[in-house]
Each structure stands twice: as structure tokens, then as C-alpha cells.
């Protein structure tokens, strides 16, 4: 017979999810506008409560895809928060995520739906409750990740060139990198198949296109070695 542990205090269990996104020059949150209490009208992190009979993982992914349309994006847990009063509403305890997604593959009704926008974080409002420190933690996460392993390719469309591939990294350390340097170690990592094609978009000189190697990307993630061993320096300052 299943039998129930003697303990009469409740306490809520919520997901958060701090969605990261690029748009081609700067790194972005994708961030709701509350239309409901508590704290109506103002700007706070996609979250929800966990269901009964759902793992952590599956709450986190049907978060995501509520507010993107999005499924099977980089979705990675990042960290607990639990003090006392951080809800003032009822004693709450937030399990963290993060993900990384492409913005054109969203699902522009599903953000309308939610009052969601996409800001810089060099924009970003003030938010509600702990969302601020969860977003600050999300970011040195994010920096710490992107140099062991190349995780940044998930915010990049199927087609890329290499000086986009370049601004999304100086957008994620807000740091200018040199060219020639970065072009030249992005190359060796032989993580890049080109596509034959030129960026036609390009104002300037066309840009040879490329596409991930997807079975070389799979070999980065579980390796031990730093993906980018100059920005690892810039995470650990």
C-alpha cells in the first residue's frame, strides 16, 4: 500500500525559462509582459508551475513550446532558487532553464499570444521577483558553456557565414574579436561544411555560406576539450 510522508506545509513547485536568442547583432531575451497578478504590467521570464504525473525536463519543454512553438531546442537546467519571500504570493521554489534558440523558427503567434518580445539585454527592463539574478546567472552559464563546447551554433539559422558566426560571439561576451584570428581557429575546429553559396543579403562583399556538421558538433559536446580557448580567458576574468 503506497503510503504519504507526514508533512502539512505546501509548497509550489515553478519552472522558469530564460530563452536566448540573436538576431544578427545582438544577443536578445525573449521576455513576457505580464497581463495578469501579481505584478501586472510588468516584464518577467516565461515560467509556470510543475503538473503532477510531469518530470522537470518535460515542464521545462512544454514551457518553451507554449510561448515559441519550438520543441527539441538546446534546453539545459541551470539552477534552483528557493529563498523564503522571493514570491510573495506563496512560498514558491523555481527550477531554472535555459535555452537557446533560433529566432526564425519561432512561432510569432504563440509570442503574440503570451504579450512576449524579444529585447537586448542591453535593453532588458527591470524584472520581477529574482528574474534579474536568474538572467545574470543564465549569462555567465551561457559564457562558460559557449567556450567549452559550441553550443552558439544553436541561435544561428541552418545557412551562416563567418562573420555572423563572429558577431554572435562578440554579442554573447560583449568583446571585439580580431578577424583574421577567429575566422582562422573556427576553421580548424572543422565544424563548418560549406553550402557552395554566397550570402546575397550581403551589402558588401559576398560571404561564402555554411552549415553545421552535425556529427562533428556532437563529438564537441562530449568532449573535455575548450571549444574556444581565448574566450574561456574572458569567462574566467
Known amino acids: 500500500m503506497k503510503s504519504a510522508y507526514q508533512h502539512n506545509t505546501r509548497i509550489l513547485v515553478a519552472l522558469d525559462c530564460i530563452i536566448f536568442g540573436f538576431d544578427g547583432e545582438t544577443l536578445k531575451l525573449l521576455l513576457i509582459k505580464r497581463n495578469f497578478e501579481p505584478q501586472f504590467g510588468n516584464w518577467s521570464l516565461m515560467g509556470g508551475f510543475l503538473n503532477e504525473g510531469e518530470d522537470l525536463e518535460e515542464a ?16 539545459e537546467q541551470l539552477q534552483t532558487f528557493g529563498t523564503v519571500h522571493r ?8 527550477v531554472v532553464y535555459y535555452s537557446l534558440v533560433n529566432i526564425a523558427d519561432q512561432d510569432v503567434t504563440a509570442i503574440q499570444a503570451h504579450n512576449a518580445s524579444w529585447i537586448s539585454l542591453e535593453n532588458k527592463p527591470p524584472l520581477i521577483f529574482d528574474h534579474d539574478q536568474m538572467v545574470k546567472v543564465a549569462l555567465q552559464r551561457l559564457r562558460y558553456k559557449a567556450a567549452l563546447h559550441p553550443i552558439g551554433f544553436e541561435l ?12 554572435l560571439y562578440e554579442a554573447i561576451y560583449d568583446t ?5 584570428n577567429f575566422s582562422r581557429k573556427i576553421m580548424a ?7 557552395g553559396e554566397k550570402d546575397t543579403n550581403s551589402v558588401t562583399k559576398k560571404a561564402q555560406l555554411y552549415s553545421l556538421n552535425t ?4 563529438k564537441y559536446l562530449a568532449g573535455y576539450y575548450t571549444f574556444l580557448p581565448e574566450l574561456a580567458e574572458l569567462t574566467a576574468r
Request: aromatic fraction near 8%.
Open 176 to 180: 571585439q574579436l580580431d578577424r583574421r
Open 189 to 195: 575546429t572543422d565544424l563548418l561544411l560549406s553550402t
Open 215 to 218: 556529427e562533428k558538433y556532437q
Open 156 to 167: 544561428l539559422p541552418q545557412k551562416f557565414t563567418v562573420p555572423q558566426l563572429q558577431k
Open 60 to 75: 521545462a519543454d512544454r514551457i518553451l513550446y507554449n510561448l515559441t512553438g519550438l520543441h527539441n531546442n538546446y534546453l
Open 87 to 94: 514570491d510573495p504570493v506563496e512560498r514558491t521554489i523555481s
